[in-house]
T-cell receptor
Framework: GAVVSQHPSRVICKSGTSVKIECRSLDFQATTMFWYRQFPKQSLMLMATSNEGSKATYEQGVEKDKFLINHASLTLSTLTVTSAHPEDSSFYIC??????????FGSGTRLTVV | GENVEQHPSTLSVQEGDSAVIKCTYSDSASNYFPWYKQELGKRPQLIIDIRSNVGEKKDQRIAVTLNKTAKHFSLHITETQPEDSAVYFCAARDSSYKLIFGSGTRLLVRP
């Protein structure tokens, strides 16, 4: 089946630094990548949608200059949290969609900003 | 945009009983409705899905029903087992192919 590899699984960073999260589709071409954020005991909230080679589309209330998304190839998308602060601590998870109309989730990244 | 509401937020059942989780959606153009099971710190796991041209789908102990007119869909788990305990999310795919999630239901199956 379709597999999306997400790294790192856990990261702790200092306030003010940037963190990059990678999602790779291993056996299919991810034409669209969705990035979600999930706070403890809450739902998955869609942050942005990116299509290969295009600029990402951000959901209302999500700062595009803070959450930089790159989808330069059909197998790799990255989310960079810039100038991270403790309130950015969350579980970030990607979901890739290819030509088969399904959604394949990465394993998630637990970000802790101290 | 699409808005998905999910009830109840918590559900406790005795092992062997049935569990029902309900969701409503707002965008009549939504055409795909998956259900996910998520364990703590893990990715959501697709357990069943239904498309808008079907009213009901069943897979062993799990079934999903869809009422397009009322814009609601439900998950039914029969003969619940302790390993069914987890958080369940419904979702709806809107006209721009975004998957919008409900707020989640924490299911506890008591042995």
């Amino acid at each position: 089946g379709a597999v999306v590899s997400q790294h790192p699984s856990r990261v702790i960073c200092k306030s003010g630094t940037s963190v990059k999260i990678e999602c790779r589709s291993l056996d299919f071409q991810a034409t669209t990548m969705f990035w979600y954020r999930q706070f403890p005991k809450q739902s998955l909230m869609l942050m942005a949608t990116s299509n290969e080679g295009s600029k990402a589309t951000y959901e209302q209330g999500v700062e595009k200059d803070k959450f930089l998304i790159n989808h330069a190839s059909l197998t790799l998308s990255t989310l960079t949290v810039t100038s991270a602060h403790p309130e950015d601590s969350s579980f970030y998870i990607c979901s890739a969609s290819g030509t088969d109309d399904g959604y394949t989730f990465g394993s998630g990244t637990r970000l802790t900003v101290v | 945009g699409e808005n998905v509401e999910q009830h109840p937020s918590t559900l406790s059942v005795q092992e062997g009983d049935s569990a029902v989780i309900k969701c409503t959606y707002s965008d009549s153009a939504s055409n795909y409705f998956p259900w996910y099971k998520q364990e703590l710190g893990k990715r959501p796991q697709l357990i069943i899905d239904i498309r808008s041209n079907v009213g009901e789908k069943k897979d062993q102990r799990i079934a999903v029903t869809l009422n397009k007119t009322a814009k609601h869909f439900s998950l039914h788990i029969t003969e619940t087992q302790p390993e069914d305990s987890a958080v369940y999310f419904c979702a709806a795919r809107d006209s721009s192919y975004k998957l919008i999630f409900g707020s989640g239901t924490r299911l506890l199956v008591r042995p």
